[in-house]
Nanobody, 124 residues
């Protein structure tokens, strides 16, 4: 299994970025896909996920109303559209795939495959 995250970069506050995560080696549609992030000096935190069955999306409070997660099962690609970015969104963003139960969906240890991360820097 291989996940390749891309799309990070430097953006001014209020701007937008779209992250992508290309997957190979797994039946993409059968996995819950997630974005986590790790701000400088902090622990990794849940951002958003999309369930395998039905593709329902879940968001951290910090992401609600600004970020949108989506998946294209035909292209084996996960996306994260980030709008109205804030300096506190600065972090390394990681995509991951797994089959966690719903109550563990927000936990990093619920995911077995991880991308390498892409850095998002939001300047004020």
């Amino acid at each position: 299994v291989q996940l390749q995250a891309s799309g990070g970069g430097l953006v001014q506050a209020g701007g937008s970025l779209r992250l992508s995560c290309a997957a190979s080696g797994l039946t993409f549609s059968g996995y819950t896909l997630v974005w986590f992030r790790q701000p400088p000096g902090k622990e990794r935190e849940f951002v958003a996920s999309t369930r395998a069955s039905g593709g329902r999306a879940y968001y951290a409070d910090s992401a609600k109303g600004r970020f949108a997660i989506s998946r294209d099962n035909a292209k084996n690609t996960l996306y994260l559209q980030m709008n109205s970015l804030k300096p506190e969104d600065t972090a390394i963003y990681y995509c991951a795939a797994g089959r966690p139960i719903l109550s563990n969906m927000w936990r990093a240890d619920g995911y077995t495959s991880w991308g390498q991360g892409t850095l998002v820097t939001v300047s004020s």
